[in-house]
């Protein structure tokens, strides 16, 4: 199983990449995965407290369990992926399978934070963009589909993700084997990292 880490901070495009990834057709099977899944549950604290948890943080993602899940998926068991409510917080009671693929994208802000998850990754890729348009984005995306107001992600990104993003994310591109913007047409990304995939390939045969 090929893995495929892509990360950036917020409102850069990740999992637009990613979809883009999976349509494209690299592998006959394919999945993805979103790190923002695998927040911690914050169900055992007061909705006010939840509210206030800064969740642009390594600490507030379950990386250890997405980690054991790439394990076995490595080792042809299917997982049972976490499944997030961002309007409470908390972890739902469903989750969804994932049964082993030839390609799987895991996608979010801290993949290239922590060393055991980039030594897993077969290819990393780093999204990046101007900050207009990652909050352009991200208050698109909070309002729609997370039911937030307008204001309170503007807030939220001028508070604390963007000194995140500097804090914690940025510094993760040095890892990256390829570096995308995430304001160039979607076509070209996705064929660069088609055409590093292809060297990878080339130069596994000839080793």
């Known amino acids: 199983m090929r893995i495929l880490g892509i990360a950036g901070p917020s409102g850069t495009g990740k999992s637009f990449l990613a979809q883009a990834v999976l349509e494209a057709g690299f592998a006959e099977t394919a999945a993805q995965i979103s790190l923002d899944q695998y927040y911690?549950?914050?169900?055992?604290?007061?909705?006010t407290e939840r509210a206030a948890m800064n969740f642009d943080e390594p600490g507030a993602v379950d990386h250890q369990l997405l980690l054991h899940q790439l394990i076995q998926l490595r080792?042809?068991?299917?997982?049972?992926?976490?499944?997030?409510?961002f309007d409470t917080h908390t972890r739902l009671d469903g989750c969804e399978r994932i049964a082993p693929v030839e390609l799987l994208i895991v996608e979010g802000l801290f993949v290239?934070?922590?060393?055991?998850?980039?030594h897993a990754l077969t290819m990393s890729v780093f999204v990046e963009a101007p900050d207009a348009l990652c909050l352009q984005r991200r208050l698109a995306r909070d309002v729609l589909e997370r039911g937030r107001s307008a204001d309170?992600?503007?807030?939220?990104?001028?508070?604390t993700v963007r000194s995140m993003a500097e804090r914690y994310v940025l510094p993760t591109r040095r890892f990256a084997d390829l570096v995308v913007s995430g304001d160039a047409p979607i076509a070209d990304s996705v064929?660069?990292?088609?055409?590093?995939?292809?060297a990878m390939r080339g130069n596994e045969e000839s080793a």
Request: contains cysteine; aromatic residues 14%; proline residues 7%.
């Open 112 to 118: 290239l934070y922590w060393a055991e998850l980039r």
């Open 40 to 47: 911690h549950d914050c169900s055992h604290l007061p909705p």
């Open 191 to 198: 064929n660069r990292i088609r055409m590093h995939f292809l």
């Open 75 to 85: 080792q042809g068991q299917a997982i049972m992926r976490p499944c997030y409510d």
């Open 152 to 159: 309170s992600v503007r807030w939220q990104y001028q508070t």
